[in-house]
Structures are given as structure tokens and as C-alpha cells.
């Protein structure tokens, strides 16, 4: 390492060691101060920001499903004894969602990559489908008695939803 020679050079050499502190600072804080701006430099260039959320909801808003930067989680909708309905949140842990059919309705995939052209650019997607699911508890429990639910035993939900995938990002076009 040719800095820490040099330094040992200096310090040996110097006949005030305050000059022997301050170089050593000067030349190792002016290498580590390069190399911090070297770094941000770098990773600033390639460097994406991004956005991803699926959300899906069944046709009267009682079941929503969320993964993503915005929701994360499933929202049941449930009645009190005046007819108020209140929001009860799980976390996706907490609840299994079994797939029966997906089908996708509408695809936009874009982009601002030019071919040929190198540089930053921008991606983004959006799918709109259907999907028809059932919703149970992970724990085998049943939902509470105020959960409109599908099933005699109140273990499951099944249910239509419409979602809607998105991403966008930054990224480095070939």
C-alpha cells in the first residue's frame, strides 16, 4: 500500500510531528473522500428507483388483497350491530389465498428505451385480471362470527376479484 509507506516516510522525516498528523490526515482523508465520491458516483448512475403494487378486491369492496410499496396485507370488511362496517386488517401471513382461475383481462407493457440509444430510461407495467380465489386462515381457525364469509363453517371466503398488478422503474437501457 503505497499511502501507508509514504506516510511512514513522512512521519520518520518530518522533524515536526504536527506536519507528520496533518499530512497523514490530508492524504488519507483526501484517499477515502475520493473513494466516497467515486462510490456515490457510481451507484448514483445506476442507481432505480421502482414501484411495484397488486391490489385485487372483490366486486362489492368486503375483500381486498394488497403486496406491494402501498399495501401489504388482506382487508375483510365486517358489520357491527347498527350496520357500520368497520375494516379488520391481516397480515398476508395470516391468511392462505388458494387460486382456482386467473385469467388476465388487459396487459400495458411500455417502456423509453429508444433501440440503439444507450443511457437511463423507464419501464412500467400494468395487468388488469380476474381471479377467483378462496381466503382462509392460516391457523385452520374460523373468522369471526361479524366476517361475511362463504362457508358453513366460517373457515373460507370464496370470492371473484378483479386486480391490478403494477411496477415501474428507472433502469439502464442496452
Not at 151 to 160: G, L, P, Y
Amino acid at each position: 500500500m503505497w499511502h501507508r509507506s509514504l506516510l511512514s516516510f513522512v512521519s520518520v522525516n518530518s522533524k515536526n510531528i504536527y506536519t507528520s498528523y496533518a499530512l497523514r490526515y490530508a492524504l488519507v482523508g483526501g484517499i477515502m473522500k475520493s473513494i466516497i465520491f467515486l462510490g456515490i458516483f457510481l451507484s448514483s448512475v445506476v442507481a432505480q428507483a421502482s414501484f411495484f403494487q397488486t391490489s385485487c378486491s372483490n366486486a362489492d369492496a368486503t375483500v381486498k388483497t394488497g403486496v406491494g410499496h402501498r399495501f401489504n396485507g388482506v382487508m375483510l370488511i365486517s358489520y357491527t350491530e347498527n350496520g357500520v362496517t368497520v375494516p379488520v386488517e391481516f397480515i398476508n401471513e395470516d391468511i392462505v389465498v388458494t387460486i382456482l382461475e386467473n385469467t388476465e383481462l388487459r396487459r400495458l407493457d411500455r417502456t423509453t428505451c429508444v433501440p440503439g440509444q444507450s443511457g437511463g430510461g423507464g419501464i412500467s407495467k400494468d395487468v388488469w385480471s380476474h381471479q377467483r380465489v378462496i381466503l382462509s386462515r392460516a391457523d385452520q381457525q374460523a373468522f369471526a362470527d361479524n366476517i361475511l364469509v362463504s362457508s358453513d363453517d366460517r373457515k373460507s371466503i370464496e370470492t371473484d376479484f378483479i386486480c391490478h398488478e403494477a411496477f415501474n422503474s428507472r433502469t439502464s437501457c442496452p
